[in-house]
């Protein structure tokens, strides 16, 4: 079955830094594309950053720069490392699964999401 | 960047109603769609991929269609569970991926 566990969640003050954990299970981080997805309390969804199998990573322009993906093979876990920290950088963080359908993709398991708040 | 606008912001209808659902694309995106479902508290769930696929599990009562700019969400008869927020994404302007700002169908 596969699993996703976020952690590492909590509350920074502004222009701090925090790192997610995302501790996948069911498959291998390594052979997948793997993404953070993150949601402001009571609003849309956001995409953030992506890493491909291959290592490849790419972000949303509100978090380049700030924002680094990163994953360890041996202990199958995802990460997201935040710094200069900012209000509205508050939301539930998702990591996320992607898989792909004749070059189409998608994302077909979640985590449970951790809340980062950000305030002084 | 392909802007998603998602219509109705909110719908109300009563179990066993047809439910549409439209997500038009800012340009092309193929057939590159995703459909999500969302209900509070928790994580998004796949419904449909690649604009017309029912993920593992979905029941047929969900459907997708379209192809190019606009994407239909169609839930042939409301059941009680399927009250919920459902968002569209776009995956044609790989590797960024963007999110409509959803649909909210509510119990009439």
């Known amino acids: 079955e596969v699993q996703l566990v976020e952690s590492g969640g909590g509350l920074i003050q502004p222009g701090g830094s925090l790192r997610l954990s995302c501790a996948a299970s069911g498959f291998a981080v390594g052979d997948n594309y793997m993404s953070w997805v993150r949601q402001a309390p009571g609003k849309g969804l956001e995409w953030v950053s992506v890493i491909y199998s291959g290592g490849s990573a790419y972000y949303a322009d509100s978090v380049k720069g700030r924002f680094t993906i990163s994953r360890d093979i041996s202990k199958n876990t995802l990460y997201l490392q935040m710094h200069s920290l900012r209000a509205e950088d508050t939301a539930v963080y998702y990591c996320?699964?992607?898989?792909?359908?004749?070059?189409?993709?998608?994302?077909?398991?979640w985590g449970q999401g951790t809340l980062d708040t950000v305030s002084s | 960047e392909i802007v998603l606008t998602q219509s109705p912001a909110t719908l109300s209808l009563s179990p066993g109603e047809r439910a549409t659902l439209s997500c038009r694309a800012s340009?092309?995106?193929?057939?590159?769609l995703v459909w999500y479902q969302q209900k509070p508290g928790q994580a998004p769930r796949l419904l449909i991929y690649?604009?017309?696929n029912r993920a593992t599990g979905i029941p047929a009562r969900f459907s997708g269609n379209g192809s190019g700019r606009d994407f239909t969400l169609t839930i042939s008869s409301l059941e009680p569970e399927d009250f919920a927020v459902y968002f569209c994404?776009?995956?044609?302007?790989?590797?960024?991926?963007?999110f409509g700002g959803g649909t909210k169908v509510e119990t009439k």
């Open positions: 340009q092309s995106v193929s057939s590159s």
């Open positions: 994404q776009q995956r044609s302007n790989w590797p960024l991926r963007t």
């Open positions: 690649a604009a017309s």
């Open positions: 996320a699964r992607d898989l792909y359908y004749d070059s189409n993709g998608y994302t077909d398991s």
